[in-house]
């Protein structure tokens, strides 16, 4: 199939971008490499009257460092946090992640910003950045405002984007020194969206983590104190896991079959031994 | 490799419009109104257009079938989703889908008929209401089955495969102009049966066959659903008749799955009986395969199922056995065959249930397999469905996959545990495929298409070059590469002055195809006979250029030998077509050009065969399969060319794996499919299939050509098999068998979690 | 009504294909492969899927692979396009084209040049002839003859021979973001939007006796109001709609009789699905049903809310039994993702209960309460109606027949 027709403008930077949604006409579809937007357009699922591509704002194309945040500009793609082009906010945390979303040619255009605005729960970047702690940085034409990403994520495929607003960048604190990043995708091939997904930022030397389980029909759930995953603290290592407590919590998310339950509290698990084993050494052996 | 390929919908042609569909959103509907708006009038056309159009119909001969017609627009109902039912013209495929939007539908849905395990209920919705059931054929072969049922060992499995889509990664395409200045209908299409498309399209066109040439281009895969006449074929051959100008459809990958190529859904209530040590006594065996809502051309409704009947047995010989078989219909897309066709779900069947009875007799797998398989000294063979085996050492197949995959060693470490807790599982599977069956097999079952002798042109050029003209089509079997090996093992031409011209019926002899692996058998057969009566002319001219006597001379290295000298085949083709002075007199008419056919000794078909063996690793908290090893041991009969062989199988097996892991295409209780992209139905990326090694036997075939078998579709019947019986070794500790295809981590886990809850039962029992 | 059949319209767009500048007119909805293929002849770029998902349509954007389907033309202004053709003369290509032949790496040839793209770009990227690497690196190419193992070897054997010879790896520097996408050099002019006129809608009835929906929701809820207010208000259905998040009532022919829709949002999908609804109330058990079915053109939905008031803990006090169940069909049905769509479904009653209780207790409602407001434009949904889209095959569910 190919898509209906629609209206396209590429305005030249983020004023352009944000006047443009400003004063819609009709529906209108931020795109930025089209990655998840383009099948949907071509399955005329989506049928837009304009979309404003913004793949060329340079003004979304860069990063900042801001004390320890590291500031993403949306229009970041995958690529470029899988080469080290954008930095990392620890030792390959973000690099990792972005190597295992879909192919290399879609990386090449998938955009860090795109991913969050269509909030697929199968997809990575919710969340890997939620156990990351990420911000969302918004922009439209009245101003600037940021986010939490758990408060920008409102469920499947459903944002906290404003009418008119657009996100502009991530912000990612950069990860303590002696904490750990586990992230566990489990799918049955290759670059398909997960069917689970587990995500932790461990600090055993703090005691302190979170933990985040996505690919949900939902947002994904975030354990902002891990310790409640191992029997009120985080201790030196994974093996005090009580899968009950997780179970419980995507029982009362409404993920029914058992099976699934299962799976998700399995990959959450070896997330967080994951996150343990990453964590520097000389922290473990101190615990 | 330079994109110079030439596939249909590279095809330009001055003029040309392309066709989008309308279809039916739903899957069983009355059709009470098709609204178009009054301006787009002669851009959408509906089925009263299609004056004279009549409706599809693959009949059977076998006693009791009940033929459906498919109308090429849909008339007066809707028997599944994505059945046709306005045909939209514009400039390009976006402007034509955006006038297919606009058509309305005004439909009066029904209730889907989605479970062919229900179809035969009494209350179903009738998919054909003139038949008064939803059964296109069913049939009965019951060889003493009464003489087993006191067999000690009795095991019964349901096993069921799921609906595929070949999802060749070119889907069909088709292109149609009327050729005025020949007054010929001329259809491009990517199809691997031209003549019988041009069959086919003739009948439901009303137009004579010498009317229509049908061209197939580069094919970019076909599997065996390039071999169906579609119904978009029928509509854009009336389409261009009515609109003077070229017209063009290239099926997109969403109507592609959700539409037009389903394959493989079959289930089985299989009962073995068995003695103590493992010797099958009998099977039992209700199979139903669920056929979709039409009969496809040229291969009908009942192909599978009533194949499912006469193959089951496999390659296994016991006294016993009883088959029925049902092919119901279901508002579902017709059942096309796909590589393996019938034997992937019987292979699945019978060689789970073989593992079963394993585990009931405590033997290990491969004991019952070779108690059971028939051995080489029975050969020739008669199988208790009459099957006649041609060749072939079954158990020494077996034997040496389990060597080469060294079974002890897989036994030891699946003893010795993994340190990542995931549980060790080994596989066998074994089937035959028979292959190149011709007239005796098909007249029987009176489909459309019987093969008869295959035909192959043969033609030197005047320069001393060949030109091979075969009426089925190559893609991707490399015949460019190994008929014109035949042809120069003969003539002596080198190849790369060979050339083949296949897929067009107005340049080819008559074929019925290729299907049923048969190209390399009999086109290669037939290759093999033109080149030999050439020989015959050529050696004619030559001894009389030479002048001896024809009894005198021989052909030799592309000579032709006589006592006194020799001359080269170039020298008698340039006498013949530019010196034709210095012919002899009562030379041969027909020149350097034969046009032969050819049939084996014996037409009932090859047996190649092979036993697969896996290693797999299975997690089974998750559910994930990691395959260790992959053994394949396969006996082809003589291979003509080994690496063309092996690509055959590679590409099997991939698809195996497919069919094994992870292809499903789902649908609802509405009779929705689920899965529309590529995303959803998930096909084998490089990352999921193993590299394997292959073993080669070469039993000669004692009826064809060269000894040569087909093995074309051999790859894809084993691995979904051999995988299961795999991962079911891993998992028997746990009290888990798998029997359903694929085998997902969904479906372990779900199965791992049943077994614990109802050990734990069992326990608060006790 | 409009005719849909336009001249192709669009800016000019300037791009180099194969190291040749071209110029165009591109229509906006043109995808790269198709401005490759149909445009300017290089059919060499083959279309497998316009999902993202075969990689037959690969090509080099700014020297780095991507999607030319998912790639729409008028975003590569300014870039360089190379297809299969353009790398005829390509050293590191000519090495993959003779170890494919080598190597027996392909059959039917339809993948092989988005799979020589990918290849190129792996022997260029990868340190070592790494076999997992290079099987994880092809997972977006999908090849449905070879079973991958001769691609595989040829690739190995390419990275051998080259690092062999010292040649080194190579990332190549490039500018953040999406490859290909450059500045516009003119500023972007609000485009107009198209015009619509308003189109006669067509609705009948609807009677569906037997609906069993797929989906249920059952949420049980009290509030602190008699059950008779309850009760009443559930009679009420344009209040019932107000409390329904993006639903719409036109017209109430009869009293068992609703005509409108419901606006449901889905990620960037917006659906509108538009029909009549059948209500039917059993005083006696204080309970009832309201049925309805649409359409949005190419996707139909039924659903159902059944509720059921009972006394509650006090004489002042109901409790709600609420169940709510839909069905899908067409596009949006076949779509794969059924537990998104439940996720919203779900999302949509929670928002109901809450509405309900507000407006029982004489709250105002909040106006984005759910609603599926973000990103659908009433515009739209008029122009969608507009252009005749809703087809009405949902209209003739047989009433009282044995459908279900």
Redesign the interface.
Known sequence: MKAARFDLVRPRDLAEALDLLAAPAGVVKVMAGGQSLGPMLNLRLVEPDLIVDISAVPDLRRFEREGGTIVIGAGCTHADLEDGRAPDVGRDMLARVASGIAYRAVRNRGTVGGSLAHADPAADWPTALLALGAEIELASKVGRRRLPLGEFLTGALSTALAPGELIVAVRVAAASASAGFGYVKHARKVGEFAHALGAAVIDPEAGAGHAVVGALDRAPIVFEDAGVLFGGRVGPDARSFDRTVADAALKAAGVENEASRHVHVEILRRALVQAFERAPAPARAAA | ???????V??V?LPGMQDVAFVRS??AH??I??ISV?P??RD?VFIASDLDGVKPIRAVSGLAGFKPSEQPPLARDKVRQ?GELVAMCV??????A???A??V????????AVYDMRRARDEKASLVHEEWGDNVFLETLVDVDIASAFDAPIKVSRTISTARQCM?????RGVVVHLDRRLDQLTVTTSCQMPHIVRSGLSECLGIAEERIRVVSP??????GYKGILLAEEVCLGWLALRCGHPVRWIE???EHL?ANADCREHHYEITVYAERDGTIRGVDCEAIVDSGAYSAYPFSACLEAAQVASILPGPYDFPAYRCRTWSVATNKPPILPYRGVARTGVCFAMELALDAVAAEAGVTPEQVRLKNLVRPDQMPFDNITNKHFDSGDYPEALTRALRMIDVDGVRARQAAGEPDGRRIGFGLSIYCEQSAHGTSVYSGWGIPMVPGHEQAGARLTPDGGLELRIGAHS????LETTLPQVANEILGIPTDRIRLVHGDTAMTPYSTGAWGSRMMVMTGGAVATACEELVERAMAIGAHLLQADVSDVRFEMGRVVGPNGDVALSEIARVWYRRPQDLPLGAHGGGLEVTAGYKPKRDSGTFSYAAHAVVVAVDS????IEILDYVIVEDGGVLVNP??V??Q???????GIGTA??EEMPY???G?????????Y????????P??RIGHMETPSPYTRFGVKGIGEG?AIAPPAALANAVNDALRPLGVEMLVSPV???RI??AV?AARSSTLQRRDAA | MNAPVRTPSGAALDLTVNGRAVSRAVEPRTHLADFLREELNLTGTHLGCEHGVCGACTVLVDGEPARSCLTFAAVCSGASVTTIEGLDDDQLTSELRAAFTREHALQCGFCTPGMLVAARDLVLRLPEPDERRIRVGLAGNLCRCTGYLGIVRAIQSVIEERRARGVAPLLVERSLGPVGAHVASAPAAAPTLRDAAPAERTSAAVGVSEFVPAHTFEQRFTVAFPPEQVFGLFGDVRAVADCLPGAFIEATPSPERVEGGIRVKLGPITAAFRGAASVSRDEAERAGRILGAGADGRSGAQGEIRYRVAEGATPDASEVILTVGYTLKGPLAQFGRPGLVRDVAGRLTAAFVRNLEDRLAGRALPQDRGAPSAGLNPIRLVTGLLLGRISSWFKRIRPGGASR
């Not at chain 2, 514009?90 to 402007?95: F, M």
């Not at chain 2, 893609?475 to 490399?478: I, L």
């Open positions: 490799m330079r994109g110079r390929g030439q596939y919908a590279d330009r959103p739903l509907a009355r009470r109104g708006p301006e787009l851009r989703v514009a400039p390009t495929r976006a402007e889908e955006d006038i939007a606009l309305e539908l005004d439909l009066e849905e029904l209730p999802a060749p990664i070119e889907g580069d094919v970019g895969g076909g599997f997109d990958r969403r959700t893609h991707g079997q490399s908290e998750i559910g994930s690496m063309v092996d690509g199988i590679l590409g099997g097996l991939a698809q892991l992870l609802d209780q509405a929705q499919p689920l899965a529309s992209t590529l995303g959803d998930l096909l084998p990326g490089a990352a999921e299939v590299a394997p790859g997902t981590p969904d886990v779900a979690l």
